[in-house]
């Protein structure tokens, strides 16, 4: 034995390890190639990776039109862009597992994400070997598909940051293997991609869910896991959650850690039914996302709105958020919510909204927190001047 093979330390699959699915492409770690006792110690988000379409919550335009496209076997190339946590790549596998069926995922697509290197080389000899060579050993072997597609998919995941000449050389390749390859290019910002891109690609954007949408899977995730939380919490996780599931659930398994009392390492294993949790509140969701807790805001609200001296106004918010640890883009962010909900001259609203943009984009540019705190402060009062 080597040295090296001495020193190092390896990390070898427990023996009779079984997989969910005989996918177990290059290293990737997709919903579908998961070891089934992993499945436990996976964040949810993973868990719950939708593994086909109807799985998908909201969008039901999107997945109508995607799906009548590959009923009457006429897939254009794809284009899926929007915000994180939205579901894009769950639709996008989900697809790929409805083409070809789980079996054949592996030989008839090809995911390329921002881990992968995708600068011109890639493109140039991955995507194009891939995309110029036929399938033929797919199509035969699967006597029971006997209607699946002849395309091949190439899913190019993150594409915003590929490489502009990256770019520019997919224009022609695209074109150019059409009659046996789909592309999916999935992106947050659109604006980001070539426009000759955009053009050869059917559009989709998804936009943030909405709140019943993250509900459903929120709802389940809740009853499956048995987490013990309030109904006035839940409402908060899905409100918080602004449109992304990937957080909801991300903030929910959080909190349900958080939830669960510690046990020694060596002790022995508690059974799932006999651990005691906390019940999750709307002040552990609020504490977990970091968001001011709405009493706060509220507070800080009518300190401002009622009190005309600045200085007491100033010491207010600051003991505030000093005692709760508050972040003052999380309160300029929180105080806007509160004020548009106010009944007041427009030309006070007006002041309110422009100053508060203000501060906020000075803020995010690491202006001097303490000083920017007082210019709050200002143009709130400001404001109440204005009303008269
Ligand atoms: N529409 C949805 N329906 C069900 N689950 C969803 C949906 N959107 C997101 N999720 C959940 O959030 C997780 C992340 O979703 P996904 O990876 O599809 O997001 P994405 O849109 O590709 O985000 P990003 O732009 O950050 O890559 C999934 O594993 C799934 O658990
Ligand atoms: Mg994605």
Same mark, same amino acid.
């Given at each position: 034995? &080597?040295?090296?093979?001495?020193?190092?330390?390896?990390?070898?699959?427990?023996?009779?390890?079984?997989?969910?699915?005989?996918?177990?492409?290059?290293?990737?770690?997709?919903? $579908?190639?998961?070891?089934?006792?992993? #499945?436990? &110690?996976?964040?949810?988000?993973?868990?719950?990776?939708?593994?086909?379409?109807?799985?998908?919550?909201?969008? *039901?335009?999107?997945?109508?039109?995607?799906?009548?496209? =590959?009923?009457?076997?006429?897939?254009? *190339?794809?284009?899926?862009?929007?915000?994180?946590?939205?579901?894009?790549?769950?639709?996008?596998?989900?697809?790929?597992?409805?083409?070809?069926?789980?079996?054949?995922?592996?030989?008839?697509?090809?995911?390329?994400?921002?881990?992968?290197?995708?600068?011109?080389?890639?493109?140039?000899?991955?995507?194009?070997?891939? @995309?110029?060579?036929?399938?033929?050993?797919?199509? @035969?072997?699967?006597?029971?598909?006997?209607?699946?597609? %002849? /395309?091949?998919?190439?899913?190019?995941?993150?594409?915003?940051?590929?490489?502009?000449?990256?770019?520019? $050389?997919?224009?022609?390749?695209? #074109?150019? /293997?059409?009659?046996?390859? +789909?592309?999916?290019?999935?992106?947050? /910002?659109?604006?980001?991609?070539?426009?000759?891109?955009?053009? +050869?690609?059917?559009?989709?954007?998804?936009?943030?869910?909405?709140?019943?949408?993250?509900?459903?899977?929120?709802?389940?995730?809740?009853?499956?896991?048995?987490?013990?939380?309030?109904?006035?919490?839940?409402?908060?996780?899905? +409100?918080?959650?602004?449109?992304?599931?990937?957080?909801?659930?991300?903030?929910?398994? $959080?909190?349900? %850690?958080? &939830?669960?009392?510690?046990?020694?390492?060596?002790?022995?294993?508690?059974?799932?039914?006999?651990?005691?949790?906390?019940?999750?509140?709307? #002040?552990?969701?609020?504490?977990?996302?970091?968001?001011?807790?709405?009493? %706060?805001?509220?507070?800080?609200?009518?300190?401002?709105?009622?009190?005309?001296?600045?200085? &007491?106004?100033?010491? $207010?918010? !600051?003991?505030?958020?000093?005692?709760?640890?508050?972040?003052?883009?999380?309160?300029?962010?929180?105080? @806007?919510?509160?004020?548009?909900?106010?009944?007041?001259?427009?030309?006070?609203?007006?002041?309110?909204?422009?100053?508060?943009?203000?501060?906020? *984009?000075?803020?995010?540019?690491?202006?001097?927190?303490?000083?920017?705190?007082? @210019?709050? =402060?200002?143009?709130?009062? !400001?404001?109440?001047?204005?009303?008269?």
């Amino acid at each position: 034995m &080597s040295d090296l093979e001495d020193e190092m330390d390896i990390d070898v699959p427990s023996k009779g390890i079984t997989f969910t699915s005989n996918n177990t492409a290059k290293g990737k770690r997709s919903a $579908a190639n998961l070891p089934v006792e992993a #499945e436990d &110690s996976l964040p949810w988000v993973e868990k719950y990776r939708p593994v086909s379409l109807d799985d998908v919550s909201g969008h *039901h335009d999107i997945l109508a039109t995607i799906n009548k496209f =590959v009923d009457s076997n006429r897939l254009p *190339h794809l284009l899926l862009y929007g915000p994180p946590g939205t579901g894009k790549t769950s639709t996008i596998l989900a697809l790929a597992r409805r083409i070809y069926g789980s079996e054949n995922v592996r030989q008839m697509v090809l995911e390329l994400n921002a881990s992968d290197d995708r600068g011109i080389d890639v493109v140039r000899e991955q995507i194009k070997t891939f @995309a110029s060579t036929k399938q033929i050993f797919t199509i @035969a072997s699967s006597g029971s598909r006997a209607g699946i597609a %002849a /395309y091949k998919l190439i899913i190019l995941d993150e594409a915003d940051a590929m490489t502009n000449t990256a770019q520019m $050389a997919l224009r022609r390749i695209m #074109e150019k /293997y059409t009659a046996n390859t +789909r592309f999916c290019i999935i992106a947050n /910002y659109s604006h980001k991609l070539s426009p000759a891109l955009l053009s +050869r690609c059917t559009r989709f954007r998804f936009s943030p869910l909405k709140e019943r949408d993250i509900r459903v899977l929120v709802d389940k995730v809740i009853d499956e896991e048995h987490v013990k939380i309030t109904a006035d919490a839940t409402d908060s996780l899905v +409100r918080l959650s602004k449109g992304d599931m990937r957080r909801a659930l991300n903030v929910l398994q $959080a909190c349900h %850690a958080s &939830s669960t009392p510690l046990h020694p390492r060596d002790g022995p294993r508690v059974p799932e039914q006999d651990i005691v949790r906390e019940t999750i509140t709307t #002040e552990t969701i609020f504490n977990c996302v970091a968001a001011p807790p709405p009493d %706060a805001i509220k507070k800080i609200l009518k300190t401002l709105l009622t009190t005309s001296d600045v200085t &007491s106004c100033l010491s $207010a918010i !600051n003991t505030l958020k000093i005692s709760q640890g508050l972040a003052l883009a999380d309160i300029i962010t929180a105080l @806007a919510e509160e004020l548009v909900k106010l009944e007041v001259k427009p030309q006070a609203m007006i002041w309110w909204l422009d100053a508060l943009a203000e501060i906020e *984009h000075r803020v995010s540019c690491g202006a001097n927190e303490v000083i920017q705190t007082a @210019a709050v =402060v200002g143009a709130i009062r !400001n404001g109440v001047e204005l009303m008269g």
